[in-house]
């Protein structure tokens, strides 16, 4: 039996409002980075700060590039980000945006997919960063085993789909249209682990999972605001201070969220930092997260 909804758990839950926030990056090169995200996905630099740059689309902040050109960059296997996902409100606007991806020579293409919620591009920015550029079926097309939405990788030509859905307006406003951090997906050394820390005590849903290798979470229905994987990094320990993920920012409606948070983190003894509207702590990998109001 499937259904266009998911079931509710009563649990303690992060709440229905959530949405990802500004990703921040640690970053080698910060003139290279910054030209290659304007550049290639066409971002604009919304802020220039003391250790980086803000980048966004439409004066919405998407990246925060922090200058540490002093570090290296993490090894395959070692915990961190997979990628950092930015949705489009259309096909138009993501075929655009694929295609700049795609002509630029310091992109590495690394596949395609329909997931049936989605359809989705991947990409590599030049310090081995993931990137997934998508688009989100309508939900009332996506499907729900109870509280588990379907989700698959089927076949997804880009020729075909930048044929199909490529248009001149689209191309020459890649600047003016919006996108949104839709969802961040990170690699850990344990997916049971991860199901403890971010369903069992932070307080997202589970919505999906593939062999004990993967695992899906989200808030409000949405099939996910966050993915852990082992594909690369199973069994890997806590993350040195490298180049990659520097902050995963997730953000709800009001104070008493971030609250409730703070409180569910203190009971499992998960060491955090909470000064009302913000709530700071690491996963079981030192993947750094906030909570914020916004």
């Known amino acids: 039996m499937t259904s266009t909804t998911p079931e509710p758990r009563t649990a303690d839950l992060l709440p229905d409002g959530l949405g990802m926030g500004t990703l921040t990056l640690k970053v080698g090169n910060l003139a290279a980075m910054t030209e290659y995200y304007r550049t290639a996905l066409g971002l604009t630099v919304l802020a220039e700060e003391a250790t980086g740059v803000v980048l966004g689309r439409i004066n919405e902040p998407l990246l925060r590039l922090e200058d540490r050109h002093g570090l290296i960059l993490p ?78 990788s089927l076949a997804l030509n880009p020729n075909d789909y930048l044929r199909s859905h490529l248009t001149e307006q689209a191309a020459g406003g890649l600047e003016v249209t919006a996108a949104g951090i839709g969802h961040v997906h990170l690699q850990v050394g344990d997916t049971t682990v991860a199901r403890d820390f971010y369903v069992d005590t932070l307080g997202f849903a589970e919505t999906a999972g ?54 569910r983190l203190r009971f499992a003894g998960i060491e955090n930092h909470h000064d009302g509207s913000e709530l700071r702590f690491e996963d079981p990998w030192r993947n750094r997260l906030r909570i914020a109001v916004g």
């Open 75 to 152: 090894g395959r296997g070692e915990a961190g980000l997979f990628h950092t996902a930015l949705l489009f409100e259309d096909r138009a606007s993501l075929a655009a945006v694929v295609a700049s991806a795609a002509k630029h020579p310091e992109s590495r293409f690394a596949g395609s997919a329909d997931h049936l919620v989605s359809e989705a591009f991947y990409f590599t920015d030049p310090e081995g960063n993931g990137i997934e550029l998508y688009w989100d079926r309508p939900r009332e097309q996506w499907s729900w085993n109870g509280s588990t939405v379907q989700m698959d």
């Open 210 to 263: 593939w062999h004990g290798q993967a695992l899906f979470v989200s808030a409000g229905g949405y099939h996910h605001h966050m993915a852990m994987n082992v594909w690369n990094s199973r069994g890997a320990g806590p993350r040195k201070d490298t180049l990659g993920l520097g902050e995963v920012l997730i953000r709800v409606p009001g104070a008493d969220d971030v609250a409730a948070a703070a409180d």
